[in-house]
């Protein structure tokens, strides 16, 4: 039996708890992120992060633990507008969020995203 393993993170901005790889966290064009994150001033949180990662000697952590998460709420704040189409880059790690989100169909979301 293998134990399922913890995902949880949470969202750098609001703290809200988030699954890694969830769909309320989609993967955006580096334009769109980098707007974000420099709108909240976490240009230097990724880089802390690698820089605790890399000096720490717990290897149990993972890239989920340094990773900058922001929740789909928090970058529609940030950008003052909802998520479209062309903020999410087109890969299977996004294929739920655009199901969820925009309402696609799991053929349409293969299509957009590409298979897995
Ligand atoms: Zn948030």
């Given at each position: 039996?293998?134990?399922?393993?913890?995902?949880?993170?949470?969202?750098?901005?609001?703290?809200?708890?988030?699954?890694?790889?969830?769909?309320?966290?989609?993967?955006?064009?580096?334009?769109?992120?980098?707007?974000?994150?420099?709108?909240?001033?976490?240009?230097?949180?990724?880089?802390?992060?690698?820089?605790?990662?890399q000096r720490s000697s717990a290897p149990e952590?993972?890239?989920?633990?340094?990773?900058?998460?922001?929740?789909?709420?928090?970058?529609?704040?940030?950008?003052?507008?909802?998520?479209?189409?062309?903020?999410?880059?087109?890969?299977?790690?996004?294929?739920?969020?655009?199901?969820?989100?925009?309402?696609?169909?799991?053929?349409?979301?293969?299509?957009?995203?590409?298979?897995?």
């Open positions: 039996m293998t134990e399922k393993p913890d995902l949880t993170c949470y969202c750098s901005v609001c703290g809200r708890t988030l699954q890694y790889g969830d769909w309320q966290s989609p993967m955006l064009t580096d334009a769109v992120w980098h707007q974000i994150v420099a709108h909240y001033a976490l240009t230097g949180h990724e880089k802390r992060a690698t820089e605790f990662y952590l993972s890239d989920r633990d340094v990773h900058t998460f922001i929740c789909i709420g928090c970058m529609e704040k940030a950008l003052q507008r909802r998520l479209t189409m062309a903020d999410v880059t087109a890969c299977p790690f996004n294929k739920e969020f655009v199901m969820e989100y925009f309402g696609f169909t799991k053929a349409e979301a293969d299509d957009l995203c590409g298979d897995d």
